[in-house]
């Protein structure tokens, strides 16, 4: 069907308008939180302060989890093992997810959701972040926090030996995020920013500290539309994701002050953001890149300019939370894909999707439905409208899983979340519980898991063979810089920690630290630096990795080479 053809069938169907039509992404106006000038005079570099942060594996309290740690592949996670958490039942511990049988349920019949299950499992593919240990402070200088293990979560536990602890959700990709009104699978992320928390809300922040003539001022701070500030100050001091549990914002201010940024890891002289200031000798930024000349940079000097300390912390170590959460949004604003083939496609290039995608595309409008909720140039409902205004199903109620198990934004609703690169952010769903999109699409033809409770989606019959098209349609929707890396899509070296050593199967073996006795041993592997021009091969797809495809070389982030998180290893291995 020609372009112009399901445009107007669309419009027949009487459910696109000017919000919720499929169109390119391309100028599609990125809203600046209303306001920023007052805070920001160097919106460049605020962006590259945003990528140095993001990715600084010396930000987590152990010196070695970034927020890139469970965002490094096309924005999402795809590593294999200790990936799993489960509250309300026991499983593996550490298990390789080669081993886990996806779907997670799985029916007799995966056209009937009536039909008897062969296998149901409440466990989630999430991602690992930090060990359960109580924070004991900074040591100037150093990345790694004192800090001490504490055994209290059975779920993370095993022979007396803990594991990283996993998140309860599977982890959404980063690209295209600040077009959400709201951040996280159930929104929780506000959309205005108060400088402090995720929540928004004035009574929770404290307000910054602005320097006038010489004397310091709390003022409240109010920035909209903000979401990926408010998500980006979430993680940083959750002791699950990536701090030990009592750490604070001053005292994270302080240690990042006094470490060179990524100083462990390489950049890519060919970076797009940090190329210029990328050491060629060594890991990390030149000299002068420092976090306290980055933040002057950025920001206007009325926030750090005054010598005065308050409470025993520097105005810079107050005002790091509100300096972290715009560095975030304005490095993860700048990540956006729009260039796939549907875009090319809308802007008129019909040769841009085959014949077999043209029909996925047709039935994705038609006979599926889908563009009740993934829709608009965004595909997905949780997106702003120009207005700022929300639109209809943001938040939806599919039958993932049962009420029970996550209620998400309540009553079991969760973001229909954008269905871009959606080829590379597998396994899907908030439960991670689907592997492919073939199963995904079965998902959707039996409208849904979980029945008799109600849901929002209505069952449809589809052939095998035009599956497979809606499958062609949504790899449609990769941008290749996605796929390849390229800018700004390139970022810094990462070392990743992949799961823990047994000695056999099901016996952890332990680590060889003297502070941390009762931490399992531990693998890393490395992904490295990449430039702004990209990798010469694709990335691998969470469908590869399970089918062991690309171990050879054929793929990007195979998690074949290993490294050491203290940086010496890292340190050794060259630049690709
Ligand atoms: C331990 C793994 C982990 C780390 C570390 C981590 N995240 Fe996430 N991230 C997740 C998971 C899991 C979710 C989904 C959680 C939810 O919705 O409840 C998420 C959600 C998000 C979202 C929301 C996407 C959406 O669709 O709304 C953004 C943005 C994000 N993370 C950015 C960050 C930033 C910035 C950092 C560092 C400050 C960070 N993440 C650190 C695992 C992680
Ligand atoms: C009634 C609203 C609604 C409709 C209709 C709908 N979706 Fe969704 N979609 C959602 C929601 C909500 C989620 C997240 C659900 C969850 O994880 O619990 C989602 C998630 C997904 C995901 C997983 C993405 C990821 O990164 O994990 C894919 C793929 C997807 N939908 C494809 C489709 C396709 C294809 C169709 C049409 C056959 C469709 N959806 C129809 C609301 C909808």
């Known amino acids: 069907m020609t372009k112009t053809g399901w445009l107007i069938l669309a419009g027949a169907l009487g459910v696109a308008t000017a919000q919720t039509q499929l169109r390119t992404l391309k100028g599609v106006v990125i809203q600046e939180p209303a306001g920023l000038g007052e805070y920001v005079q160097d919106r460049k570099a605020l962006v590259a302060l945003g990528k140095i942060l993001f990715w600084d594996m010396q930000t987590g309290s152990d010196g070695m989890t970034a927020c890139a740690t469970c965002h490094f592949h096309a924005g999402a996670d795809h590593r294999p093992q200790n990936q799993i958490s489960d509250t309300s039942a026991t499983f593996r511990v550490n298990l390789d997810l080669s081993g886990v049988a996806f779907p997670l349920r799985a029916l007799s019949d995966s056209g009937n959701k009536?039909?008897?299950?062969?296998?149901?499992?409440?466990?989630?593919?999430?991602?690992?972040?930090?060990?359960?240990?109580?924070?004991?402070?900074?040591?100037?200088?150093q990345a790694a926090e004192l800090g001490h293990d504490e055994l209290d979560k059975p779920e993370f536990v095993h022979g007396g030996l803990q594991v990283r602890r996993v998140t309860s959700r599977n982890t959404p990709s980063i690209f295209n995020t600040v077009f959400y009104g709201r951040g996280f699978w159930d929104g929780r992320a506000a959309r205005n920013f108060n400088g402090f928390t995720v929540s928004g809300l004035a009574a929770e922040a404290p307000g910054v500290l602005v320097s006038v003539d010489g004397v310091l001022e709390r003022r409240p701070v109010n920035l909209d539309p903000a979401n990926l500030a408010s998500q980006g100050v979430g993680p940083i001091l959750d002791h699950l994701e990536m701090s030990y549990a009592?750490?604070?914002w001053p005292l994270l201010a302080r240690k990042m002050l006094n470490l060179a940024p990524l100083g462990l890891q390489r950049v890519s002289p060919t970076d797009s953001v940090l190329g210029d200031m990328a050491r060629a000798d060594g890991p990390g930024l030149v000299d002068e890149a420092t976090y306290l000349s980055l933040i002057q940079k950025?920001?206007?000097?009325?926030?750090?300019?005054?010598?005065?300390?308050?409470?025993?912390?520097?105005?810079?170590?107050?005002?790091?939370?509100?300096?972290?959460?715009?560095?975030?949004?304005?490095?993860?604003?700048?990540?956006?894909?729009?260039?796939?083939?549907?875009?090319?496609?809308?802007?008129?290039?019909?040769?841009?999707?085959?014949?077999?995608?043209?029909e996925g595309l047709r039935l994705f409008q038609t006979t599926g439905d889908c563009i009740e909720c993934h829709n608009g140039p965004e595909f997905s409902a949780a997106a702003m409208n120009p207005n700022r205004g929300t639109r209809a199903h943001a938040f939806d109620r599919t039958g993932v899983r049962?009420?029970?198990?996550?209620?998400?934004?309540?009553?079991?609703?969760?973001?229909?979340?954008?269905?871009r690169n959606v080829e590379f952010t597998g396994p899907y769903f908030h439960n991670g519980g689907q592997a492919t999109l073939e199963q995904v699409l079965d998902f959707y033809r039996r409208a849904g898991d979980f029945s008799p409770v109600a849901n929002d989606l209505r069952p449809f019959s589809i052939s095998n063979a035009q599956r497979d098209s809606m499958v062609a349609f949504l790899k449609a929707l990769s941008d290749d810089r996605v796929r390849y890396e390229r800018a700004p899509f390139d970022h810094p070296e990462l070392c990743v920690p992949v799961g823990h050593l047994e000695n056999e199967p099901d016996v952890l073996a332990p680590g060889d630290s003297v502070e941390f006795p009762t931490s399992a041993a531990e693998k890393y592997r490395l992904i490295p630096a990449v430039g702004s021009s990209g990798n010469m091969v694709p990335l691998r797809t969470f469908e590869e990795m399970l089918a062991g495809i690309g171990a050879n070389g054929e793929r990007a982030h195979s998690l074949a080479e290993h490294c050491s998180p203290g940086g010496s290893a890292a340190r050794q291995v060259g630049l690709r």
């Open 114 to 141: 009536n039909s008897a299950a062969l296998r149901d499992s409440s466990m989630r593919i999430g991602s690992m972040g930090t060990f359960r240990r109580i924070f004991d402070g900074i040591v100037p200088g």
């Open 246 to 248: 009592g750490r604070t």
């Open 298 to 358: 950025a920001f206007h000097s009325k926030f750090w300019e005054s010598p005065e300390t308050v409470e025993e912390f520097t105005q810079v170590e107050h005002n790091f939370p509100l300096f972290w959460g715009l560095a975030m949004h304005a490095y993860q604003a700048t990540l956006n894909s729009d260039d796939s083939p549907f875009d090319r496609f809308n802007e008129g290039d019909n040769g841009a999707l085959t014949a077999q995608q043209q």
């Open 402 to 419: 049962p009420a029970a198990e996550d209620i998400g934004a309540g009553n079991a609703t969760f973001k229909s979340i954008s269905l």
